[in-house]
């Protein structure tokens, strides 16, 4: 007893001494430099939620090349690793969520799509590439899921309560399913057959998004977070409208209106109804709308400045943008794009907005992944800076086994994990956005 006594008092005294010892620091001022990485302690901790509890500023140190190449290396390892026969990925029923064997819980079509999407960003496609024969199987798997369902159904799976479908919505499987069609499209690189059961199924997908589409251009079947399906959507039906397949602009112009709608650039209030709350799913949505709008009417200011149409110094606005040839209506809605970009870009980097729930979930991951490729859309050297200290942050909390895991909501840790990587290779992908932006 004496001695089970000695050894907690000696444990204690040294926790209160650790307590208060100053926090290590390299004297490594080199930023990119693999030491020059914090010890795990109050903060900075593998185990805490770096994106809650710390600064958005400093972290680019934890991002260098070397790191985030072993981090996108072993995240898609374990990716491969815990594929299921059917080709699919699963996050699990958000009733056992406690239950974290990527191997054990039954595969969906939104998981299976994150997935493939992080193997297309890392270079590979149905024919080549480290993961070819993993993408050529769950591409299989989810044009089965969608050839499969029947017309009448707006579901591609029977699968209820998933993970993601409860915290994003009843419809993500075929929103998601609609974002890995279009990628594998604007490859360009399908067998001619395949490509016309790709073009079949994205038609499909985006047929049901928009007969699931509320009047107020949100999707129904809000989950926890529903902004974060009704923006995905927005995003696939745009990229579908760019690989060529007919869509109800009706309905294209409502989703864009519902999540700008979101966000008074004048005020920077943040319409949370649909975003459970939390400024960031709602900030992140609206950017993610308002990107390939802002982006077009930048293009048109600068090509007339170039050509001497209008003053150097003119500012955007609507009376600027009538006078460089758009109608009255399309100068409105492109100067109030043009506007909720430029301040969301800003309020989306801002400490209230980046601590999200308080802990890192698959929604805070979305989100994040969301501001990224719409500063990319949008152009401009913005996206850098953010893009440094995010893959930092990313970098930081991953886990052993090549993993990441949400705290709350979303903690499949396959769905976390695609998602992170997708995040971490958005710089891998500039090209493809840029063009989708330009479209």
């Known amino acids: 007893m004496k001695t089970i006594t000695k050894t907690l008092t000696w444990m204690f005294a040294v926790g209160l001494l650790l307590s208060f010892a100053p926090s290590f620091k390299s004297t490594n001022k080199n930023p990119r430099d693999h030491n020059h990485i914090k010890m795990c302690g109050a903060k900075g901790c593998t185990f805490k939620t770096i994106f809650g509890e710390e600064s958005a500023d400093g972290h680019s140190h934890f991002k260098n090349v070397a790191k985030v190449e072993q981090a996108l290396g ?121 490509e016309d059961r790709v073009r079949s199924a994205l038609a499909d997908c985006v047929a049901r998004i928009q007969t699931n589409q509320n009047q107020d251009g949100s999707l129904k079947g809000d989950g926890w977070a529903g902004v974060l399906q009704s923006s995905y959507a927005n995003q696939a039906i745009e990229a579908a409208e760019v690989n060529g397949v007919a869509i109800d602009q009706d309905a294209l112009k409502r989703s864009r209106e519902f999540q700008k709608g979101n966000y008074n650039p004048a005020s920077g209030k943040v319409n949370t ?111 850098t800076k953010w893009f440094d200290n995010t893959a930092g942050r990313i970098v930081h909390i991953q886990n052993t086994n090549g993993s990441w895991s949400g705290h709350h909501c979303i903690t499949s840790p396959v769905f976390c994990t695609a998602t992170c990587l997708l995040i971490l290779s958005i710089d891998q992908d500039i090209a493809r956005l840029q063009k989708l932006g330009d479209s």
Do not use: C
């Open 273 to 383: 109804e649909k975003g459970a709350g939390i400024m960031l799913y709602a900030v992140s949505g609206s950017l993610r709308a308002s990107a390939k709008e802002a982006q077009k009417a930048k293009i048109k200011v600068e090509e007339a400045k170039r050509k001497g149409e209008i003053a150097d110094d003119a500012e955007m606005s609507e009376e600027l943008l009538e006078q460089i040839g758009f109608s009255e209506e399309e100068s409105s809605r492109l100067a109030t794009s043009y506007n909720v970009f430029e301040s969301a870009k800003n309020r989306a980097q801002e400490e209230d907005v980046l601590s999200g729930f308080g802990n890192n979930g698959g929604e805070e991951f979305l989100s994040f992944l969301q501001t990224g490729e719409s500063m990319v859309i949008a152009g401009g050297e913005e996206w």
């Open 74 to 194: 072993s995240g898609l390892s374990f990716l491969a690793s815990v594929q299921q026969k059917n080709g699919g990925w699963g996050a699990g029923s958000h009733s056992y969520q406690q239950l974290r064997d990527a191997t054990a819980v039954s595969t969906d079509p939104a998981t299976t799509a994150m997935v493939g999407m992080a193997m297309l960003r890392a270079k590979s496609t149905l024919t080549n590439g480290k993961y070819s024969s993993a993408l050529t199987r769950a591409t299989e798997y989810l044009l089965s899921a969608v050839e499969d369902t029947p017309k009448d159904r707006l579901k591609i799976t029977e699968l209820e309560n998933t993970q993601i479908q409860v915290k994003l919505g009843d419809n993500i499987d075929a929103v998601l399913a609609a974002q890995y069609f279009n990628n594998l499209l604007e490859l360009n690189d399908l067998p001619a057959k395949t």
